[in-house]
């Protein structure tokens, strides 16, 4: 009878610790399922945040590669007003809001988030605002963030009797542009006949633009880099 009962008794131990473990391992896998599900929609809450990020800092590009086409000075405000409701309209119960201040004065001057400052010998277009993004649906309030535009164009010397004209491009943070070709230059009155790029010795990157018949050290250059800012450089 004892053996019995103890073989009984260790089944009862065995059958115990099976269902235990069975429990475990639902939880474990219940947890595994809700935790991958709330990674699911965090992921999509990320995407979601980096979408209307980087899509504003790029309408904020596209603003001022307008504005130096047209010198519409609220071409910034408009396109940002369409932008906040167009967001509304993508994403409809996610309670998606983003709000802007468009930068004004300070150092640079700025008049409603764009500035174009040209026909210097370094000149400059620049484009600046903050945002501030809230979506409703996940809690999310205040995310703050700022999207600048900036290319700027600098004559650093002009050799008539090379006829050739030597010019910096700079864009965001002073980082040279180091993608532009002939068609990305032009020299008021003269016809160029090669652009060519290198580092100079103390390793600025720059631009050589070799023009026809270039008689005079005053000279009107104008770029576009690849977003289609445009700015105007004149050396006196």
Not at 99 to 115: E, F
Not at 124 to 153: H, K, Q, V
Request: proline content about 1%; some cysteine.
């Amino acid at each position: 009878m004892r053996i019995v009962k103890n073989k009984k008794g260790q089944f009862i131990i065995i059958a115990v610790m099976m269902i235990a473990l069975m429990i475990v391992s639902i939880g474990a896998i219940m947890y595994s399922a809700g935790t991958y599900y709330r990674y699911e929609q965090w992921e999509e809450y990320i995407i979601l945040v980096e979408h209307v990020k980087l899509n504003t800092i790029r309408l904020v590009q596209i603003s001022l590669a307008n504005y130096t086409a047209s010198a519409n000075n609220s071409t910034l405000k408009d396109n940002l007003n369409q932008w906040q409701n167009d967001l509304k309209k993508a994403y409809p119960g996610y309670g998606v809001i983003l709000t802007y201040d468009l930068a004004d004065g300070t150092n640079i001057n700025y008049y409603q988030g764009l500035v174009s400052h040209w026909n210097e010998n370094v000149s400059y277009s620049a484009a600046n605002a903050n945002f501030t993004l809230d979506i409703a649906s996940i809690g999310l309030t205040g995310y703050r963030f700022m999207a600048t535009a900036f290319l700027s164009l600098a004559i650093l010397n002009v050799t008539t009797s090379t006829n050739k004209i030597t010019v910096t491009v700079t864009g965001e943070d002073g980082m040279p542009i180091t993608d532009l070709k002939k068609d990305n230059f032009y020299v008021d009155g003269l016809n160029i006949t090669s652009v060519t790029s290198s580092y100079d010795p103390s390793y600025t990157f720059r631009y050589t633009i070799e023009c026809e018949n270039l008689q005079s050290s005053s000279a009107t250059v104008t770029v576009w880099d690849q977003r289609g800012i445009k700015v105007i450089a004149k050396n006196t």
